[in-house]
């Protein structure tokens, strides 16, 4: 993985794209509810609400924020009751993507998404036609200039499955689900705050873009999270340094 951290690019300009549409806490607060209602309210037993939760302090959320959700989701207090969906096909160059949904209304949502298929440019799939070349990691980006032996030495004993050192010296650490809010708290507890720390989907093999296919990926995804039950996209495209570069030049 070559550059800086990728996914720590491409999370800091999701995040800023989200934040700036006033639609990051609304993500956040239907992420926290799920996992309370999935896996309960407590979070040291609950890998998907911990990370949730991780996520959500990251982005500046009050903590009364976060407890009533978390409540909500639990059934200890009133709310919605949002149904998880995923939808799958492929975009530029046969990209894969898939489109994590939170809806309280399937029928408006799988409108909402295929239309964004059909008018980027992309195709609408079946279940399970593109989440096989996807698995689920906990991905922890750290900034350039720490020790790296330390940080090997502390992740790996934590329970880290990998850890992939950029060319500028970051680094990004990859754990089982399971094993995200261990590695995530030993590497705190060692001084090593991270850039971005997400459980996510990864893809097992990438796809490179050329800048015009590159554009049309981006304003695809783009679109996909300005729909309001998308709660992530994921895909398998590999937007290179020098191509980001270029976009954004």
Not at 40 to 51: C, E, T, V, Y
Request: net charge negative; proline share 2%; charged share 30%.
């Amino acid at each position: 993985m070559a550059g800086h951290s990728k996914w720590a690019n491409i999370q800091h300009r999701k995040g800023a794209q989200d934040a700036k549409r006033g639609k990051l806490f609304t993500k956040l607060i239907r992420e926290i509810t799920v996992a309370a209602k999935m896996g309960g309210s407590d979070a040291a037993s609950n890998p998907r609400l911990r990370a949730a939760i991780d996520k959500a302090l990251g982005n500046n959320m009050t903590k009364d924020v976060i407890e009533r959700a978390t409540k909500r989701g639990a059934g200890e207090l009133e709310g919605v009751n949002y149904e998880e969906i995923r939808y799958e096909g492929y975009g530029p160059n046969g990209i894969a993507i898939m489109v994590d949904c939170m809806t309280d209304n399937k029928n408006r949502t799988v409108a909402a998404v295929r239309h964004v298929f059909s008018k980027r440019g992309g195709n609408m799939g079946t279940d399970g036609c593109v989440a096989f070349m996807f698995n689920k990691k906990g991905i922890i980006s750290l900034p350039a200039g720490l020790d790296e032996d330390a940080v090997m030495e502390v992740a790996l004993e934590a329970g880290a499955e990998d850890i992939i050192s950029n060319d500028d010296g970051s680094m990004d650490i990859f754990t089982s689900p399971d094993e995200y809010a261990a590695v995530k708290d030993a590497l705190d507890a060692a001084g090593f705050v991270a850039d971005s720390s997400q459980v996510t989907m990864h893809p097992d093999n990438t796809v490179a873009l050329d800048v015009e296919d590159a554009q049309k990926a981006l304003a695809m995804i783009e679109a996909f999270e300005e729909l309001d039950d998308v709660q992530d996209v994921y895909s398998n495209a590999d937007f290179t340094d020098e191509v980001m570069a270029q976009l954004e030049g």
